[in-house]
């Protein structure tokens, strides 16, 4: 198998464990640990960490700030796009790596609408200012983050050929991610395995970018 076709072993790969892993999460240990009522799957897991942790103002905050950092990348994406798109005057014409960009951003768009509507988990709080339960599943913020900056990790070293700049922004991204998953999960806003999917979703559509995006 060649490279490509080895991506994409993964990519399918990971796509069945992370669905694997959402079924699990609906059906394995539920009970009935979270507000007002609501039952969470790996319960015994989640109540552990959830009553380790309790809500974090500021790891929110600062969870929030990584998310802000993740769509200022975004936006410098579809910079680039739209100026290639005028300079050659035909989508098709765009660096591939960057069209692969605007289809898994659509895609965690969809992710996040699906699950919206798909109460795997509600929150294990209500926060502060808010008096009605949201659904958590997959960590939105989790989701966003790794996705974009992973992505973002492959993009740069199709579309940049300053290898020293690169250097330092994968760096940087790694420490997005890092920071944006860790605060995440002390922010005490959603349950362990929020988390874990959220990682499980991105890593999915990160290695299909990688694979597709190449030549």
Known sequence: MNTKENRYTRAFFLLVVTAAFSLLAVMVDRATIGPNGTSVGFSALNGAFANAFGYNEVFDTVSDVMMG??????????????????????????????????????????????????????????????????TSYPSTHTLIIVTVMGSAMVAWDRVLSNEKLVRILKIAAVFVMAVGVLSRLFAGVHWFTDIIAGILFSLTLITFYSAWSLN
């Open 69 to 134: 950092i993740s769509f200022l990348v975004v936006i410098s994406f579809a910079v680039m796009g739209v100026k290639e798109l005028i300079r050659k005057k035909s989508i098709a014409k765009v660096n591939r790596a960057i069209l692969g960009l605007g289809i898994i951003y659509i895609a965690v768009a969809i992710i996040y609408v699906v699950f919206g509507k798909i109460p795997v988990n509600y929150r294990p709080i209500i926060p502060p200012g808010e008096t009605e339960l949201e």
